[in-house]
Structures are given as structure tokens and as C-alpha cells.
């Protein structure tokens, strides 16, 4: 009956999830393809700051970027490697080793693999599938590599709790082994109005993106959320230095998954997302905690967005 329902452990940690003291869902449910391509929207918005300062940034920094990698290093990019930030690292990354994406999702990393070798002739390139949060091992490539340069663009990390991203720095820090370094995208805080804005495009657009999490999970894991009755929330906690992504009921009602019914209160909200901003000092304490030393930080001229180079010591 439920044939078309897909893995027990991911509905279960769904149902994990909506029974919290405050209910939430993982931000990854985002990304179907309708999500993945409602993200490419919002990275084109106007008010989405985020991925085109980030994009200058390398842009205007990529020839000091490629001095610090240096030669004959393994570039190791945690995500799948699909951006165009990518492809103007690697584009001006001549001498490179290897170039190996590290990602959950098999389908889309092997995809984006095959692009990439397409497209860079003369790239070694080996995927691994991996959840990058835990420690994996890395392929044996061809040329040995002189160092281990970890790659993590797009201020993921932003969607990880501080206690999270310190662990998962740990693991860049294991990764990138004696002498090795990490290149990562880590956006700033500024001022709510902007930062609201980011996350509440006039165009809807940020809204449908949140809204369809819930059609992924009605359609892929049986659930039967009614889209109609939540709304779209995102608002900046400044305590916390976060924009907290929510979807709020209108009104009393059960939902159903697996085999669970789950009661949701009107005007109560299921947490779909974090998105973490840094101060420098911020960051750079959570880096050094993990070992790494903060050798060259790069920003755009309002400095909405950082770029960091950080080695290990
Ligand atoms: C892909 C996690 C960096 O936090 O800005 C954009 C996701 N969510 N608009 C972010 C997102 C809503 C994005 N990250």
C-alpha cells in the first residue's frame, strides 16, 4: 500500500523532528527538483545578496585565491560541486591534482561530476559519497597531491547550529590533514531590514521555496500536509545572529505521516531552517578552536559577505 513511500529511516526522523518541543524539519527536504530549482531563483533575486557577492568575491580575489592553493594541491569540495563558484575556482586552478566533490546524494554528485569532467578536460575528478559531517576516507589519485585544500562555499555552514559547525570544522581540520587548508564562504551579520529582506523576497519566491518542503513530503514520504493552511516566515534573531526559516499554521490541525498523526496549533510554527550569520571574531574563534589558523579574509566593498582562507598549523 505504502509502496511508493520511500525509506523508514527518513520518515522516522521526520516524525523525530514534528514531535520537538518546538517542531522542525531538516532543511536538506528542501531540495527536490522543483526545490533545487526554486533555490536557483532565489539566487538570482535582487534582494538575495548572498551568492552574487560571493561570486565577486572570487572574481575579484581569484588570482591571490589560486597563489594560496598553490600547485599540484587536492581541491576537496564539501556538496557536490555544481556552482559556478566552482567553476571559476577550477577554471583558474590550472595545476591542480584533483578535484574531489563530496556529497549525500549519489544521483546528483555523479551528475555533477561528469559535468565537470566534461568541462575540464585534463581534471582528475573523484566523487565521493559521503556524508561530509562525519570523517571519510579520500580517494587515491593519480598525482600525489602536495596538500589537501578543503572547499565549502555558499555559507552552508550557516544552516548548522554553532556547536554543529564546530564539529563539522573539526572534520574540515581532519580532512584537510598536515598542511592543508580550507577555502570557505561564510556570510556576515548586518542589518535585520537587509537580512529580512534576503529571506523575504517581495516576489514570493523565498515563500514557495519554504512551502514546497511540504509537497516534497507529501509526495515522497506519504505525508498530507494541506499547503494551503501554512505560511512562510522568516525572521532575524539577533541573539542568536540567525534568520530562523519557519512555517506557520493558520489554523488547528493533525497531519498525518507514517503512522503517526501529529496535532499543529493555529499560529504555531515547524522550524524548516537556520541560516547562521558570522562576525569575524566569530568565526574566527570557531576556526581556531578547530585547529585552523585565519590567514586571509576577503570581502565585498560593503562588506555584507566573507571569504576566508584558513591553514591548519
Ligand atoms: C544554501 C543554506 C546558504 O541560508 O541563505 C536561501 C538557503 N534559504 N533562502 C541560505 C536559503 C532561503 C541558503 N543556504
Redo the contacts with the bound molecule.
Keep these: 500500500m505504502l509502496d511508493r513511500v520511500r525509506p523508514t529511516d527518513e520518515v522516522d526522523e521526520i516524525i523525530d523532528g514534528l514531535k520537538q518541543p518546538e517542531k522542525m524539519i531538516s532543511?536538506k527536504y528542501f531540495y527536490d527538483e522543483r526545490g533545487s530549482q526554486l533555490?536557483d531563483e532565489?539566487t538570482r533575486l535582487e534582494e538575495?545578496y548572498?551568492t552574487e557577492t560571493e561570486l565577486g568575491i572570487m572574481r575579484d580575489n581569484i588570482d591571490e585565491m589560486v597563489e594560496l592553493v598553490g600547485e599540484q594541491a587536492s581541491l576537496i569540495e564539501f556538496g557536490s560541486g555544481s556552482s559556478l563558484k566552482t567553476r571559476i575556482l577550477l577554471e583558474q586552478l590550472k595545476k591542480l591534482a584533483v578535484y574531489v566533490p563530496v556529497d549525500i546524494s549519489e544521483e546528483h554528485l555523479l551528475q555533477s561530476a561528469m559535468q565537470i569532467r566534461d568541462e575540464f578536460p585534463g581534471l582528475e575528478v573523484l566523487p565521493v559519497v559521503a556524508d561530509f559531517t562525519q570523517p571519510f576516507k579520500l580517494p587515491s589519485p593519480t598525482v600525489m597531491p602536495v596538500k589537501n585544500v578543503v572547499y565549502f562555499p555558499?555559507?552552508?555552514i550557516?544552516?548548522f547550529t554553532h556547536e554543529a559547525a564546530q564539529e563539522l570544522l573539526e572534520v574540515m581540520y581532519q580532512e584537510a590533514g598536515e598542511g592543508g587548508a580550507m577555502l570557505i564562504g561564510v556570510?556576515l551579520q548586518k542589518d535585520t531590514d537587509t537580512l529580512e529582506l534576503a529571506?523575504n523576497d517581495p516576489a514570493g519566491v523565498?515563500a514557495e521555496?519554504n512551502l514546497n518542503m511540504l509537497r516534497h513530503l507529501n509526495r515522497e514520504f506519504g505525508a498530507d500536509f494541506d499547503l494551503d493552511t501554512f505560511e512562510h516566515s522568516a525572521e532575524y534573531n539577533e541573539d542568536e545572529g540567525r534568520?530562523e526559516?519557519r512555517l506557520i499554521s493558520d489554523t488547528d490541525q493533525e497531519v498525518s505521516i507514517g503512522d503517526e498523526t501529529i496535532s499543529i496549533e493555529k499560529d504555531e510554527g515547524i522550524l524548516t531552517?537556520y541560516?547562521h550569520k558570522y562576525t569575524l571574531d566569530g568565526f574566527r574563534e570557531m576556526a581556531e578552536a578547530a585547529g585552523f589558523r585565519v590567514e586571509r579574509v576577503w570581502m565585498d566593498a560593503e562588506k555584507l559577505f566573507s571569504v576566508q582562507y584558513c591553514v591548519r598549523d
Excluded: R, V
Design positions: 532543511p533555490f532565489i538575495y548572498p555558499g555559507s552552508t550557516g544552516n556570510d529571506y523565498t521555496f534568520i526559516l531552517e541560516s
